[in-house]
Structures are given as C-alpha cells and as structure tokens.
C-alpha cells in the first residue's frame, strides 16, 4: 500500500529515495523524496474509513538528514481536497516559502497540483516532525523528521543501541474535517476524539484494537533512544513507561541537561528526545499516554493509549492471562505536575552546543491568549447562551485572507492584512481573575506585526480566564526561542523578569502556557520573513488564536528573504 519508487536528476546527480511502508529512508544531506497526497481505507476501533495519507501511510514516512543538510519534497495531491505541508521545529532560514501555513506563506495544493518544498536545515539537531497545514488534515498527515549529529561528530550522550519512534496522535471514528466542519458551523466545541494512538495505534485498552498494538522489543542491559511526538489534535498528553525511568535529553530539535523523570507531559506540536535503559527484568511492560486536560468544563477523551515494550527472550506463557504492567500517570487535571515537568528543561549549554540568550531587548510585547465567545444571529449557535466560541490573541481574532501573506507582502499588494497587531492587549483586565464583568468577543481581522531585522524579541503569552482557562501550546514557525520564565496569576513586569533564567534556559519552538498563567521567551529576529505563530490546539487555532510576524530584511545579501520558487502556486 502506498509504495512509490522513482529515479531521477536533481541539481546534476541526486538519487532518488525508495519511500516504504515502514517510511525508511536512507540518510542523507540532500535528497528528493515524493509526498503523493491520497485517500485511503484503514480499520481502527471496529470500523474502516478512507482517511488522507501521503504515500498510503499512517503516520506518513519518515524522513532522515543530517545537521545542515537540504531536502526537496515534491507534493502530488492525488486527493479530493486542498493541502500544504508545514515542517514543524525547521527554521527554514531566508526561506518561508516552503514554511507550509495555508493562507499566511503559501496558497493550498489544489486537487491535482504539485509543488516542490526546499527543507533548509541549519542547527537543529534530534527530533521535528512536518504535518498538513490546511483546515484539520493534519490528524492523519503527519510523520517524523530525524536529524542526526553532522558527519565526524556524535550525540552529547553515549551513542544508544537504537532508536523507538513513538508518535501520539489522535483518532476519530468519523472524518476529522466533518468534525472540523460541524465545530465551526454549530459555533459549539468539537466532537472528542474516540481514541489516543500510538504510531497509528490506539493499543489493547480499546475494542478490536489488540491485533495492532504497537510492539517494539529491546535488550536488557541496553539504553534505546525514545523520539517522541506529540501530533495529537486538541490534547495534551502525559506519557510514560511503567517501571522504567525516563531520562529526557532534548527538546524541539534542541539538546538538554539530561534529566530523569518517571513521566513527560506533552503539548500538540513538541517533541521529545529520551534515553530509556531497559533494566527491568525480562517481561512485558506498557508504554502509554492519557490526557492532561487543564481546562474546567472543556471535554476531553478520558481513555489510555497503549503500547507494548518486551524484552528479548522473554515469551509470555501459552493460556496466560497476564497483561503488561501499566505505568503511573498524574491526574488528569494535575496541573501542578504538568508544571513541574515543564520548568525542568535547560538548554546543553555547551562548548559543542552553545547558547545565545538575549540578555536585553529592543521589542517587548504582551499578548494575551483567550477563548472567546462572538455574537451568533438570533443566538441561534450551540455555543455559550447560544453565541459562537472563538479565541484571539490580544483581542485579534485572526481570519485568514484571500491571498497569502507572503506572497501581499513580497509584491506589496495592499488590502489584504493589517500592520497593527497591538503589542498589549486592550482593554487591560484582571487577566486570571473573575471576569464576568469583561466583554468577551474579539475582534476580526488579518493584522500582522512587523519585527526590524535582528532586533532581540520578548513575548510574554499572558492566559486569561475568559470563558475557559487553559494550558495553551504556543507555535512560532521560523525560529526557536529561549523560555526564560513562566509562573501561574497575572505577570507582573517589575518583579517577574527578576525570576528570568538568561543563562541556559530551553531552546523550543513550542511551548505551553501554564493554566491562567504566563510564559516569557525571548529570540533573536534574523530571519527575514512571514512566520506564523498560533496556539497548536487544532480548535483554538481554527477559532483564530492566530497572528503573523514579518521580519524585515536586513542590509546584506545574507540577511535578505530569498526570492519565490518558479512554482509558487497562486490562489
């Protein structure tokens, strides 16, 4: 199913990579991969659907490189709807047009059409991964990135005996866009989805699920490197391996101080590098995942994904009705564990993998992230007193223009957004506090914020209690930024930026905002661009939890956009 295979030229000589069922690749610093975009049938939970696959596969295949290295994907949509591509975690230096957000740096691949994407890797190193970027395909249109050390060099850690892809996800039993579609049109929350997965799994916890449990098998006394993803749709996740400890040693293609914990919590859109040492005695053990669901009165899927981790050479006895040992999780709704997880994290910090904190700024910026509720004619929608549920950052709910952005901004086609994307939210509020009293719809509007060319940048995500507080996993595409702090309440800029770690704080491309609390980062703007940034929650970024950074051009050559591909797509 799904198997393709093609040579060709490229740039002179460049092969041509057999794409699999297992999405194997051979490593590489420049290759040229095919993404055929198609429907097809799989079985999950009892029932069988068409769902959208690249290459017939779920997850779709992986693809390997190098730190530094260049890949071109050539995207053939096969199907009957509009797709792009984003490559989450890759900084695509100079290069937005193949960053992949549907309206905001490209129009969408119509059914029929092509488009080459240029994958430009510059430092990041460990696991990213890529996904649709288009209304909600990404619940089954997604799959790993694996960069690996430059040749001649090695990991920070000794070298593990192998590697496990775990990739969460989330599984409805209907399409994923008839789910998307009804949200927007009652105006009211999505259907829960009816299963978690792992590697396309949802595990022996649910109904008809036990014949494709995932299984990986290792050998006692060796330590495996765990790539983990978390491309589940709404939910973030805890997961864990029962008896075993985790020692978490990367992040969002970053490297960590390495730290030791018996369970991850983690958001939609962050990956993890863990080192697992199988010194468990021989037998079976569950790896799993649940939700952390921080929101009061939000729904959520209180159900447990599984999958099975054995050890060589031991077999579970015929007639046996043993099950795997099943790990221990938080609760659901444990915040202060979700918390403590996330304030573990620091960047390496080393000769090898050094750091560059902004130790001051040029741009400050606070921007609130709510969910909303907007006026519904003759409040006839099914949300909040029969109003639509919305969401904003500083009050902009952002709506998605006729044209992209990039391609307004590059031929400087004026109507199509606003630059006033305010850098404080307005009004200002008791933020976390009872807000019963505050009007609660946004406004409406495409409004982008112009960042000058590598000025140093701070964004405090405030959360409110509008309408539901929630942890929110905040996405900027282009960069990675330093978390330097973050603290439940209201941030207090007098007193707060004195807690800031500027030395070895984490290096990621997403991160979460803590439950009616705030979270600083800070970065560099060198890289000249349109950059989308939004909340990785699939319904609060639909909702319009959304705004643009354009990052202007510098004086050299260097520091300059790179010009469009001959195939850019119009709209």
């Known amino acids: ?52 696959t690249i290459n017939g596969q779920y997850p779709g295949p992986a693809l390997h490189v190098h730190t530094g290295g260049t890949l071109i994907v050539n995207v053939i949509n096969n199907s009957t709807t509009n797709i792009t591509l984003h490559w989450h975690g890759l900084k695509q230096p100079r290069n937005p047009w193949s960053d992949g957000p549907e309206y905001v740096t490209q129009c969408p691949i119509r059914p029929g059409q092509n488009f080459s994407y240029r994958l430009i890797f510059s430092d990041e190193e460990g696991t990213i991964w890529w996904h649709a970027h288009s209304d909600w395909s990404r619940g089954t249109v997604h799959g790993p990135i694996f960069v690996y050390p430059k040749n001649g060099t090695g990991y920070p850690f000794p070298k593990p ?52 449990t995932f299984r990986t098998t290792v050998e006692q006394g060796k330590t495996y490197l765990v790539r983990l993803i978390n491309s589940a749709m709404n939910t973030e996740l805890f997961y864990a391996v029962a008896n075993h400890t985790l020692t978490v040693v990367g992040m969002d293609g970053s490297y960590l101080k390495p730290f030791n914990t018996t369970y991850v919590m983690i958001t939609p859109g962050q990956t993890m590098d863990i080192l697992l040492k199988a010194d468990q005695p021989k037998n079976f053990y569950y790896m799993a995942a649940r939700a952390y669901a921080s929101g009061v009165g939000v729904s959520f899927g209180n159900t447990t994904t599984s999958g099975i981790l054995q050890y060589k050479g031991y077999e579970n006895p015929k007639n046996s009705s043993s099950m795997p040992v099943i790990p221990f999780f938080p609760f659901f709704n444990d915040t202060k564990s979700a918390m403590s997880f996330s304030k573990k994290p620091r960047s390496l910090a080393s000769k090898e993998h050094p750091v560059s904190v902004p130790q001051t700024v040029n741009d400050d910026m606070l921007i609130t992230v709510s969910v909303n509720i907007a006026p519904c004619a003759n409040s006839s929608c099914s949300g909040p007193n029969g109003n639509r549920l919305s969401a904003s950052l500083n009050n902009i709910s952002f709506e998605n223009p006729s044209i992209d952005v990039l391609q307004a901004y590059y031929a400087r086609i004026n109507g199509i957004y606003g630059i006033d994307f305010p850098s404080k939210p307005s009004p200002v509020f008791n933020f976390t506090g009872n807000v019963s009293d505050v009007g609660n719809a946004p406004f409406n509007a495409t409004k982008v914020r112009f960042l000058e060319w590598n000025s140093n940048v701070q964004i405090v995500f405030q959360g409110t209690s509008l309408v539901a507080a929630e942890n929110h996993p905040m996405h900027l595409h282009g960069y990675s930024f330093y978390v330097v702090g973050q603290g439940l309440g209201n941030y207090n800029n007098e007193t707060d930026p004195k807690t800031f770690n500027l030395k070895d704080p984490p290096h990621l491309n997403t991160v979460g905002l803590p439950l009616n609390g705030w979270v600083a980062i800070r970065f ?21 939890m959304s705004t643009v950074f354009i990052t202007k051009n510098g004086k050299n050559v260097g520091e300059r956009m790179l010009r469009p591909p001959a195939n850019l797509i119009q709209c």
């Open 161 to 212: 005996a192998g590697e496990i892809p775990i990739i969460l996800g989330e599984w409805w039993k209907n399409d994923v866009m008839e789910v998307m579609e009804t949200m927007l049109e009652s105006g009211d929350e999505p259907e829960i989805s009816n299963a978690y997965t792992i590697n396309g799994q949802p595990g022996d916890l649910y109904n008809c699920s036990q014949p494709g």
């Open 1 to 52: 199913m799904g198997l393709s295979k093609e040579m060709g030229l490229f740039v002179g000589f460049v092969c041509y990579l057999v794409l699999g069922i297992t999405g194997a690749y051979a490593a590489g610093d420049l290759g040229y991969h095919t993404f055929v975009v198609q429907s097809t049938p799989y079985t999950r939970l009892c029932s069988t659907k068409n769902i959208l």
């Open 524 to 544: 560099k703007a060198d890289n000249p661009g349109v950059w989308f940034m939004h909340c990785h929650l699939e319904r609060h970024s639909s909702w319009g």
